[in-house]
Every structure is written in structure tokens, then in C-alpha cells.
């Protein structure tokens, strides 16, 4: 005997709260993504259990006219696709509707961009205001935005991997991969002014290789190198929202506005993808016109 709607959501109500031992809320949203899916399949006179992936489809796109995000989206197909697992867990469907059915992907949301400007004014703030983690705080944002490494690189960065005399570096990035980043000389110079203060520090066993240390002589953490570039930010009056990985993004933007060959900023950035660097390393289309006109043959002037 086939299960009707009701019966069908009371033993998937059940099997969320002690199966999946989700919390009430959580249990909640997991119905309400099904309710929507039982609303339309209602509307157009469809069984839940004989759904076929053309329905699931048809029923994404309305989802989407109705307004929703990708992520919505996604959260709602999430919902929908932990229903058919619960059927075909116990038995009650042979084959899941869903399995080919995919997520609408979200657009990625590109990081600010800080101008020259912008860059020198933060940099300045730190000369304006002297303190006792000024030098350190200024070697980092020369390495961060001279270089453009991720911020776990930026903690993880040993000075047993950093060559001043020969002007580069060994990061360690995602899944442990190694790549040679090149030193600006204004890095090197930050870093050497940054040693005098660091021999003073009482340094934590364990942490004598890393580059940067706060002044309990520990490691610097994620967080921290947040709150230092925030303050910076706000000291220098910038309203943009930026972390640090605005300077990472910031440094391949320069670079390709610049000229730099695209393969060349990926190494750098230790991208596995070029297709990542080209989403990464935007370029505004005040810029692009401006390349198009000055080297297009049709807009060249004799």
C-alpha cells in the first residue's frame, strides 16, 4: 500500500529528529524545504513519490523567478535531496529523483580592490602613529600586499624559508604545496627593521622560526592580522570592507593592470587553476576601455 503525503513527512519528521538527531530548528528548515517542493508538485498534480528529475528542474527555476538566491536555492535542494535519502534509506523508492540534480551555482563575490592611494594612506598611518608593533605591523603589510600571500600563509611564514640576500621566499600554501615568491626590496627592508625589534622579544618555545610573533613571542593568529588591518583601515579613513586578503587581491589587480602576463600572477598566487586567477584578479572597465583604446588598431591615431 502506497503511503500517502501526511503519513510520508510524519515518518521523515521522525527519522530527522531521531536518525539524524538534528536540533528542532534545524529539523524545521528541513520541512520547510520540502513544503515548498509539496506546494508546487501540488499545484501541478504530481505524487511525491513519482517525481522525476524534469519536475525537480522545473521546480528549481521557479524557485529562481520566485526570487531566490543561488544560495537559497541551494539550501532549499539540500532539503529536498535529504528527503529522497530518507526514502530510498527505508526502502520506500528504489531510485532518488535527485541525484543528477545540481546546485545552482552562487556568484562569487569578488573582495574591494584598494587603490594606490588607499594603500600608501594605510602605510602611513602606522609611520603617524609610532608603537611598539609598528615595525612588525608595517613588514606585514609590505609582504602581504609586495607579495599577496593568503593570510595562513603570512602566519605560517618561517625565517628559515625567507632569503632576504637573494630576494625571495618558500610559502607553504593549500594542501601543503610549496611555491618561490619573490621579496620586494621594500619587504626586505621592512623585514631587516623588523629583526631588530624581534631579537628583543621573549619568544615562546616553538615559535622561534616564525616570522612574525606578537609580544608575548607567540605565533600571530588569523584574528589578529584582522584586527590590525581593520584598525588601519578605519585610522586611514577607508570605508571599504577589507580583510587581508584585500591586499592579496589588491596585488594581482596592480600587477595585471600593469601588464603582468596572467600565468605569471598564478604562480605567484599559487593558483593550481589559471580560470581561478582570472575570476580572481578582476580589472574595472574604466581600465579595460582604456587598454582597448590605446591599443586597438581601429582606435589608433596616425
Not at 534545524?26 to 524534469?54: F, I, P, Q, R
Request: hydrophobic share 40%; proline share 3%; with cysteine.
Amino acid at each position: 500500500m502506497q503511503l500517502d503525503k501526511t503519513d510520508l513527512i510524519r515518518k521523515y519528521t521522525n527519522w530527522l529528529k531521531l536518525e539524524k538527531g538534528l536540533s528542532e530548528n534545524s529539523k524545521e528548515a528541513y520541512l520547510h524545504d520540502l513544503g515548498l517542493l509539496t506546494d508546487y508538485l501540488d499545484a501541478k498534480g504530481v505524487n511525491l513519490l513519482d517525481v522525476k528529475l524534469e519536475d525537480l528542474i522545473d521546480f528549481v527555476i521557479e524557485l529562481g523567478e520566485l526570487g531566490l538566491s543561488a544560495t537559497s536555492q541551494g539550501r532549499v535542494i539540500s532539503g529536498v535531496k535529504s528527503f529522497y535519502k530518507f526514502l530510498i534509506y527505508n526502502d520506500i523508492l528504489d531510485t532518488d529523483p535527485t541525484l543528477m540534480l545540481e546546485t545552482p551555482k552562487a556568484a562569487r563575490k569578488l573582495p574591494e580592490v584598494l587603490t594606490l592611494d588607499e594603500i600608501d594612506r594605510i602605510i602611513n598611518e602606522i609611520y603617524s602613529y609610532p608603537s611598539k608593533e609598528g615595525q612588525r605591523n608595517l613588514a606585514i603589510i609590505e609582504v602581504l600586499y609586495g607579495s599577496g600571500l593568503r593570510v595562513s600563509e603570512l602566519i605560517n611564514l618561517k625565517i628559515s624559508n625567507v632569503h632576504l640576500d637573494e630576494k625571495y621566499m618558500l610559502v607553504e600554501g593549500k594542501g601543503s604545496k610549496q611555491r618561490l615568491v619573490p621579496l620586494s626590496d621594500e619587504s626586505i627592508c621592512q623585514i631587516k627593521e623588523w629583526f631588530k625589534d624581534r631579537c628583543h622579544l621573549q619568544i615562546k618555545p616553538g615559535n622561534e622560526d616564525y616570522l612574525f610573533l606578537n609580544r608575548r613571542g607567540a605565533k600571530l593568529t588569523r584574528v589578529m592580522i584582522l584586527i590590525i588591518v581593520k584598525d588601519l583601515a578605519e585610522r586611514a579613513g577607508i570605508k571599504k570592507n577589507i580583510s587581508p586578503h584585500t591586499f592579496r587581491h589588491s596585488f594581482a589587480t596592480h600587477l595585471l593592470e600593469g601588464g603582468a602576463n596572467l600565468r605569471l600572477i598564478q604562480m605567484m598566487l599559487g593558483h593550481e587553476n589559471l580560470v581561478t586567477t582570472e575570476i580572481y584578479t578582476h580589472l574595472d572597465l574604466n581600465y579595460l576601455r582604456e587598454e582597448v583604446i590605446a591599443h586597438h588598431p581601429r582606435n589608433s591615431k596616425k
